[in-house]
């Protein structure tokens, strides 16, 4: 299995080997020298600082909750994540540096993928106990590469036990794959995925392990203005699985279930506003024995708040059930509606002197300290792009010499030509960051990776007359539709949006105009995600040295309104 524990510091390390060896030691700008071993990032705590799951009082039992139970039991819509026997739901998460973890009330344990690809986890979808078999629940993992893989009878002590089957790939096809729960009264929990275009497809569940699901069946459209999509099991007492939604505005909307599977859901009812303040939501099903799934929601401080079910499709109580900022250290929850983030989020800088440092997202819209990686990279010209292969890290490119060098592997030369480059993710479609050049009479080229990021396609131009801008950047999906965008600065300063569209022949949409007086930064920075909502952000820091976040996916503007995060960046002569 991969893990993101190999720091960027011991990549950097490898870089300057592969350097080494071929002949570069006295010539390359890029320091010859080993870097540091990157220190701990956030999720390196003691035990005694790990957040495990709350616990939630018994709600009293009335009639109606005693029958609302006993009707979810009749339809298996009972708990999806149950990894520890206890007969509630944990959670099963994505640490800040790549790790799975299962969180139990006494207990934070690894989740090892026994038997599953070498690929980054993108997202984790619980979907309970599919083969009746005793309760122990099955948890899909998708990749970065859209690799679907399920894990079955998962428990925080019996790893070896665990079954591993691979559903298949193209997943990457979809911008959200998540489970409301059972639509078909079958008492298993079935799967749906959203296309990046809104239209919403059913995977039926057939109880059999080396085949679990059906082929797909479209059973929705227009889905595409929520930017959160939550499966959260039965709150409506029918023991069918029900959604949650929310838009990007912060609207929030109940889709009770018919029963139908090819027509799950009942018409969107309204039942909330102001739902923007959280980053991720997330279903924890019945955690007080009332027979209605609860929600819980984390605060882009890190806080979480628990809502009550009230059997009626809406939620009837609120209540934080974290310190402040306890649930940071989470990249990625299970089950949450969000479309997840990968690729970048983080930031380089080169100083004065030449030092490296390296900069990550705190998953609640601020930067971590700097934490150095190496000396001797004064006048590099180097790049951070969104990650070039299956691994989810983001990627230094650097041209020297005419050549270009990914991570340390020269990839070919002729890189004098282009003078500004940006890896901004996957534009063609495949899953794969790739990389935008622009030569030096403003022809933009787009270079499409290989799925192991070792290499490029051919070249495909995307259009002339760049040279109008003097800056583009971007990490990330800025229009809640799951595809990389791009930003680009006038000579003026004005800036624009280019929304991605997934095709290597037209990789962007007509530009959007976002702005001016961006001439005021010095330095523009697509950082991705820091606000962990799975959104692209941007930076951008001020001649004086103040640093400002954009946050990406507003509602109206794309983007929200500047936020300072820092100061004293006028001590770096770049930023990547």
Not at 513 to 522: C, D, I, P, R, S
Request: a negative charge.
């Amino acid at each position: 299995m991969f893990s993101s524990r190999f720091t960027r510091a011991r990549r950097l390390a490898a870089c300057t080997a592969l350097a080494v060896s071929a002949g570069m030691l006295l010539a390359t700008p890029a320091s010859a020298g080993s870097p540091a071993p990157r220190p701990g990032v956030e999720t390196d705590r003691s035990a005694a600082e790990q957040p495990l799951m709350p616990s939630t009082p018994t709600a009293a039992k009335t009639d109606a909750r005693v029958a609302g139970t006993e009707g979810a039991a009749l339809a298996g819509a009972g708990p999806r994540s149950d990894v520890d026997g206890d007969g509630l739901s944990d959670l099963v998460v994505r640490e800040s540096d790549g790790t799975l973890s299962l969180v139990t009330q006494t207990d934070a344990t690894e989740f090892l993928r026994t038997g599953g690809k070498d690929e980054f986890t993108k997202d984790i979808i619980p979907i309970g106990d599919q083969d009746l078999n005793g309760g122990r629940p099955e948890i899909l993992t998708l990749s970065v590469l859209g690799s679907l893989e399920m894990f079955g009878d998962v428990s925080t002590t019996e790893v070896a036990q665990r079954r591993w089957t691979a559903i298949g790939g193209g997943f990457h096809v979809y911008n959200k794959v998540f489970s409301p729960g059972d639509v078909n009264g079958d008492r298993r929990a079935d799967l749906m995925a959203r296309a990046h275009t809104g239209e919403l497809f059913v995977f039926l569940a057939t109880g059999d392990r080396t085949s679990p699901f059906m082929g797909r069946v479209q059973v929705g459209s227009g889905w595409q203005v929520y930017d959160q999509i939550v499966g959260i099991g039965d709150n409506d007492g029918d023991g069918k699985g029900d959604v949650l939604t929310r838009t990007p505005a912060g609207d929030v909307s109940f889709h009770g279930s018919t029963g139908d599977a090819l027509k799950p859901f009942k018409a969107p009812r309204s039942i909330g506003f102001g739902w923007d303040i959280y980053n991720q939501i997330l279903p924890v099903d019945d955690q007080d024995g009332d027979g209605d799934t609860e929600i819980w929601a984390r605060l882009k401080s890190g806080t979480m708040r628990a809502y009550g079910g009230s059997g009626t499709g809406s939620y009837d109580t609120r209540e934080n059930i974290s310190d402040s900022g306890a649930w940071a250290w989470v990249s990625q929850f299970g089950g949450a509606g969000n479309m997840p983030a990968h690729g970048k989020e983080e930031m380089l800088a080169i100083d004065k002197a030449g030092s490296l440092y390296w900069y990550y997202a705190r998953n609640n819209g601020l930067l971590s300290l700097r934490q150095h990686l190496d000396t001797g990279w004064g006048g590099a010209n180097i790049t951070n792009v969104s990650s070039f292969d299956p691994n989810g890290e983001a990627d230094l490119v650097e041209i020297w010499n005419g050549r270009l060098y990914v991570e340390g592997k020269d990839v070919g030369g002729g890189w004098n030509a282009f003078n500004l480059l940006a890896g901004p993710g996957d534009l063609n479609g495949d899953a794969t960051g790739d990389l935008l050049a622009r030569d030096r009479s403003g022809n933009l080229y787009l270079y499409p990776t290989t799925r192991t990021g070792t290499s490029f396609h051919a070249r495909t131009l995307v259009s002339g007359g760049w040279q109008t801008y003097n800056w583009f950047f971007g990490a990330g999906d800025y229009t809640n539709d799951g595809r990389s965008d791009l930003l680009a600065r006038t000579t003026t300063g004005t800036l624009y949006l280019f929304p991605g569209t997934g095709s290597r022949t037209a990789p962007f949409k007509g530009r959007i105009k976002l702005g001016e007086g961006f001439n005021a930064y010095t330095k523009l920075v697509g950082t991705g995600d820091l606000t962990g909502d799975g959104k692209g952000d941007f930076v951008a820091a001020t001649p004086s040295g103040d640093l400002y976040r954009f946050d990406g996916g507003a509602a109206k503007s794309y983007f929200a309104p500047r936020v300072k995060i820092g100061y004293g960046y006028q001590a770096y002569n770049g930023l990547y």
